[in-house]
T-cell receptor
């Protein structure tokens, strides 16, 4: 299985909602990543988990809370988001370096 | 910022022609990678070239790396309409798996 899956594909939420994005891989990769991508822009790294430990946090606001329950799963918990947080959220994994395998993304709209 | 630059920002060619995209970066790298992204979807890894390599091929793709000029180029030969996508270079500065993406080149291949 050489696939990274992400759910949901689309998410619309209000500024007071709490929601979660999920990412899963079964390639035995030990590093997992969250990226944020705005239209016509490159992906921007948010978080890196290496061997289930948070290794990089790119100064992301606390309204985004990552979680890595096990080596195959990665969650991103969302709370009190702002409209400017609307973007495509991409999950990726790697073993644990070199090429990254990306999921299809979650298109998030914050109203 | 360690973000590199890509040029051109947009490229429009006819099927069968070759497409060349360039990427420049700032400091010493561990490796440089190229990714493709179809509209609004996840990124697909194309090719990785390490800092001690000068050229690499994969099918119709040819990547070169010039560490003295801190630049790389991606050549797609005999382009097809299906090659229409955004192409990003990404540099690994040996910072725990973190990739820095360039601004991207939008390639349009007309049938």
């Amino acid at each position: 299985d050489t696939e990274v899956t992400q759910t949901p594909k689309h998410l619309v939420m209000g500024m007071t909602n709490k929601k979660s994005l999920k990412c899963e891989q079964h390639m035995g990769h030990r590093a997992m990543y969250w990226y944020k991508q705005k239209a016509k822009k490159p992906p921007e790294l948010m978080f890196v988990y290496s061997y289930e430990k948070l290794s990089i946090n790119e100064s992301v606001p606390s309204r985004f809370s990552p979680e890595c329950p096990n080596s195959s799963l990665l969650n991103l918990h969302l709370h009190a988001l702002q409209p400017e947080d609307s973007a495509l959220y991409l999950c990726a994994s790697s073993y644990p370096r070199d090429e990254q395998f990306f999921g299809p993304g979650t298109r998030l709209t914050v109203l | 910022s360690q973000q590199g630059e890509e040029d051109p920002q947009a490229l429009s060619i006819q099927e069968g022609e070759n497409a060349t995209m360039n990427c420049s970066y700032k400091t010493s790298i561990n490796n440089l990678q190229w990714y493709r992204q179809n509209s609004g979807r996840g990124l697909v890894h194309l090719i990785l070239i390490r800092s001690n390599e000068r050229e690499k091929h994969s099918g119709r793709l040819r990547v070169t790396l010039d560490t003295s000029k801190k630049s790389s180029s991606l050549l797609i030969t005999a382009s097809r309409a299906a090659d229409t996508a955004s192409y990003f270079c990404a540099t690994d500065y040996n910072q725990g798996g973190k990739l820095i993406f360039g601004q991207g080149t939008e390639l349009s291949v007309k049938p």
